[in-house]
T-cell receptor
């Protein structure tokens, strides 16, 4: 079993829809949770960063962490074609090593 | 603006030659930098952790003599792929860690990546 599981998609939704992206994990030591957006042939760009359980909102993006269920989510409201990218969840414990999900390819259809 | 600069963005080299990739932290001093490799449609795999002034820590299965890492200053780390082979063709990405006092944790920023093609 992988430490971090993420549905690779692809996921296609119409413009304006709410997008829900999810990851599950097995390592209870993970404390820091991140979502990265990666455009084709580019490096990952940090979108959201949360520590422990709870919600965090930034503009159209909301990150949720449920440590009891070992489940994290990223919601994108009012999705735009420019949101089309691969979204990677990542997490780490007390050390500095990040563990990534496989990424979900998202396409927003105009 | 960019926090991490990576150079070159694209490189093509002949099999058997060596290629150096640079990673620079632009906004802060980075005692620790990370090197990842990403194959098409796959996730990032950590290759090694680069520590300023000391030897890098390599992940299991990564050849130290093939992927040479030098972290000579607080803002620069280099990855040299020695005696490159076509199977080394990949997307190489570096990242730097920034401490954030507000969270008593830290965030990690990535470079734009370097595409290596070995022919």
């Amino acid at each position: 079993q992988k430490e971090v599981e993420q549905d690779p998609g692809p996921l296609s939704v119409p413009e304006g829809a709410i997008v829900s992206l999810n990851c599950t994990y097995s390592n209870s030591a993970f404390q820091y949770f991140m979502w990265y957006r990666q455009y084709s042939r580019k490096g990952p760009e940090l979108l959201m960063y949360t520590y422990s359980s709870g919600n965090k909102e930034d503009g159209r993006f909301t990150a949720q962490v449920d440590k009891s269920s070992k489940y994290i989510s990223l919601f994108i409201r009012d999705s735009q074609p420019s949101d089309s990218a691969t979204y990677l969840c990542a997490m780490r414990g007390g050390n500095e090593k990040l563990t990534f999900g496989t990424g979900t390819r998202l396409t927003i259809i105009p | 603006g960019a926090v991490v600069s990576q150079h070159p963005s694209w490189v093509i080299c002949k099999s058997g030659t060596s290629v150096k990739i640079e990673c620079r932290s632009l906004d802060f001093q980075a005692t620790t930098m990370f090197w990842y490799r990403q194959f098409p449609k796959q996730s990032l795999m950590l290759m090694a952790t680069s520590n300023e002034g000391s030897k890098a820590t390599y992940e299991q299965g990564v050849e130290k003599d093939k992927f040479l890492i030098n972290h000579a200053s607080l803002t620069l780390s280099t990855l040299t792929v020695t005696s490159a082979h076509p199977e080394d063709s990949s997307f190489y990405i570096c990242s730097v860690r920034q401490r954030s006092g507000a969270f008593s944790g830290n965030t990690i920023y990535f470079g734009e990546g370097s595409w290596l093609t070995v022919v």
